[in-house]
Every structure is written in structure tokens, then in C-alpha cells.
């Protein structure tokens, strides 16, 4: 039978060129913010955090955004490279909450070469 | 690099039967979480310990889930009796919350357990 389940937005860069992923988030009370990236038959692994007392952070290839008046947070990703090809997540600790993050669906990025 | 590990990796098993999934959180970690990953659902928390203390189990059926920190180097989460619907990867993370109004930490995830249910 056919399988159900969540159709992930997906994203599909040229290789080099740079990604931009989106998220809306939900709660305004939110005071941090995590972007991880998944691949296939792994964990979700660290890429970069951000609190709400920030606009900007950059690592390295990685910038998120933070823009608390609409809610929405993004991931930039310079020079994508193939190795980037993952699933990427958003999550949003809504503080005082012991910690515990709520995770969006996940954006599919996938790099051509 | 230190890892969070998880064990079993895959696990096929018969509906009614138990389920223990363990976890080694990363040397030093005091917040271990449990997620459950699915294609319907995404990523959902099941529950969290400080300090291994349960913090909040409120993701989880109560019925037949059970968590547990024994020490503070080993998470368990047991099942039973297990159920098809059961079936999903269960991942483990760990963090560092500093102080006590200050959770703001990454958590870092294990490879997860692949749990089928049949």
C-alpha cells in the first residue's frame, strides 16, 4: 500500500552556490534557538545556536538570522558543498522549560554537483 | 570527539515483547533527553532528566514506557509491551545546563535506536 507520511520542504542548490533555509517558529516567549543538521541513519548533529537577545551569529560557512518580529529564523550556508546534502531542523526552547526544545518538520537540502 | 551512545542500534522484535534501549551520555552531561523520530510525527520529545532526576515524562505513554537513569553514565527506556506502533528511531541526547534559570545549552544526539515492532 502507499505510505503516508510528512512531505519535508525541500531545497536544491547547484554545489557552491550558498542555501538559505527558513523556519517559522512558534512561541514568542522563545529565548534560543538551535539549527541541526540530519543525515541519513544518523543523529541529529549541532550546527549552530543563537539566543534571542541576538540578531546575528556566524560560524564557520553558517550564519543564522534571528528576526524575533516576524518570528522566523534562517540558516545560511556558504558555498554549499554536497556533503551538506541533509535534512536540517530547527528548534526553539521556550525557556524556563528545563531545556526542552521543540523541533520544526525539517527542511531537505540537496546539493547538485 | 565525545559522543553520546546508544545500543541497540536496530531491534526487530514480536509485538507483546520488552524493549530496553540504553544510552551513555556524554562524560559530564547533566540533562539526558529521550526523543522519539517517526514519519508521521517528526521529532518528539519523550522525556528528560537533570541531574538524573525525571524532569518530564509528559511526552510519554505511561501505560507501557518507562525511563530510568541508574547512574549517571547510563539512560535506559523500556517498552512493555511493545506495539507495532511502537516502531520508530529513538534517539538519546545529552547537555549542560550551568546553572538553574540558564538551560540554554546545545544537546548533542546519539545515532539512535532503529526499533520494528512486528
Known amino acids: 500500500g502507499e505510505s503516508v507520511g510528512l512531505h519535508l520542504p525541500t531545497l536544491s542548490v547547484q554545489e557552491g552556490d550558498n542555501s538559505i533555509i527558513n523556519c517559522a517558529y512558534s512561541?514568542?516567549?522563545?529565548?534560543?534557538f538551535i539549527w541541526y543538521k540530519q543525515e541519513s541513519g544518523k543523529g541529529p548533529q549541532f550546527i549552530i545556536d543563537?539566543?534571542?537577545?541576538?540578531d546575528k551569529r556566524q560560524g564557520q560557512r553558517v550564519t543564522v538570522l534571528l528576526n524575533k518580529t516576524v518570528k522566523h529564523l534562517s540558516l545560511q550556508i556558504a558555498a554549499t558543498q554536497p556533503g551538506d546534502s541533509a535534512v536540517y531542523f530547527c528548534a526553539e526552547n521556550f525557556g524556563g522549560q528545563g531545556g526542552k526544545l521543540i523541533f520544526g518538520q525539517g527542511t531537505e537540502l540537496s546539493v547538485k554537483p | 570527539d565525545a559522543r553520546v551512545t546508544q545500543t541497540p542500534r536496530h531491534k526487530v522484535t514480536e509485538m507483546g515483547q520488552e524493549v530496553t534501549m540504553r544510552c551513555q551520555p556524554i562524560?559530564?552531561?547533566?540533562?539526558v533527553f529521550w526523543y522519539r523520530q517517526t514519519m508521521m510525527q517528526g521529532l518528539e520529545l519523550l522525556a528528560y532528566f537533570r541531574n538524573r532526576a525525571p524532569l518530564d515524562d509528559s511526552g510519554m505513554p505511561k501505560d507501557r514506557f518507562s525511563a530510568e537513569m541508574p547512574d549517571a553514565t547510563l539512560a535506559t527506556l523500556k517498552i512493555q509491551p511493545s506495539e507495532p506502533r511502537d516502531s520508530a528511531v529513538y534517539f538519546c541526547?545529552?547537555?549542560?545546563?550551568?546553572?538553574?534559570?540558564?538551560?540554554?545549552?546545545?544537546?548533542?544526539f546519539g545515532d539512535g535506536t532503529r526499533l520494528s515492532i512486528l
Open positions: 541526547a545529552s547537555g549542560l545546563g550551568r546553572q538553574v534559570l540558564d538551560f540554554n545549552q546545545p544537546q548533542h
Open positions: 543563537i539566543r534571542s537577545n541576538m
Open positions: 562524560l559530564g552531561h547533566n540533562t
Open positions: 512561541n514568542s516567549a522563545s529565548d534560543y
